[in-house]
């Protein structure tokens, strides 16, 4: 008995119906079940990862940002990152170690804020007083060490041929990646109506992008796909997973917060 012919063409035979149909149908489920319009939606997102208390976020044209002020400087900071670090022949090494050194304090910055925001919850003082200022700085100084850890995360495992030179290779990057996010961090506090979209877009989609990429890794290691793509294409299967499961979580963590708060 013959087999049976394939007819579909060959540039799109690395598509998967399934996954496709499935990913189509989680996102229309969320955008149903999400409050309305792009507002309602990208807070619906940043609902997700963000607790949104309105005095620790920032306010552009009079609206209150979807994510507090050190979400939006982690997301935008990881975002001008990836974009400015990605590399097309997939430099996948880790920097050296000076460089793991600053990624470290930034880090460490990250944390100590973030503890020190916090003391008054348990009863103790500030080493200094919080401000939405400093949350956004160490957000953005904290997408920086994010974004070295997930690009080469990314390369070492996905690619077939990934280049071993360190993604971060130059001190004059850090200074264009200072550049870009002081720039960044300058739209959010400069309070201008029209900056609104572009900060909130970027910032909450980024959630989308992030969780993919790492749900996409955890497939590529389970079913035991590493180091075996050559092009996109290849991994569509992998890649369609990985933003199945990241919209996945960020509905259901929706659906657990809006359950315990009864509220958006």
Known sequence: MSEKKDDTPQKFRWLNPALVLLLVALF?????????????????????????????????GGKVLPLCARCTGTFLGLFISMVYLYSKDRKSGFPSRQKITVLLFFFAFFAFDGINASLPLVG??????????L??????????????????????TLWS?????????SWQQLGWLFLFCALAGVMVVSDVPILFYP??????????????????????IIL????SLHLFR?????????LITAITQVGLMDLIRFSLSQTW
Request: net charge positive.
């Open 28 to 60: 229309s489920a969320w955008l149903l079940l999400t409050p309305p319009g792009i507002e309602g939606k990208m807070n619906a997102i940043g609902f997700s990862v963000c607790h949104q208390i309105d005095s620790h976020s920032f306010s552009v």
């Open 124 to 133: 103790l003082k500030t080493v200094y007083t919080p401000s939405n200022q």
């Open 135 to 156: 949350r956004l700085i160490s957000g953005l100084l904290f997408g920086i060490t994010l974004a070295n850890v997930l690009l080469p995360l990314w390369h070492q």
């Open 161 to 169: 041929n990934p280049n071993p030179q360190p993604v971060w290779h």
């Open 199 to 220: 900060i909130a877009i970027l910032s909450t989609l980024t959630i989308y992008l992030v969780l993919g990429m790492i749900y996409t890794l955890l497939w590529c």
């Open 224 to 227: 035991k796909k590493e180091n």
């Open 234 to 242: 290849d991994g569509f299967r992998i890649l369609s997973a990985g």
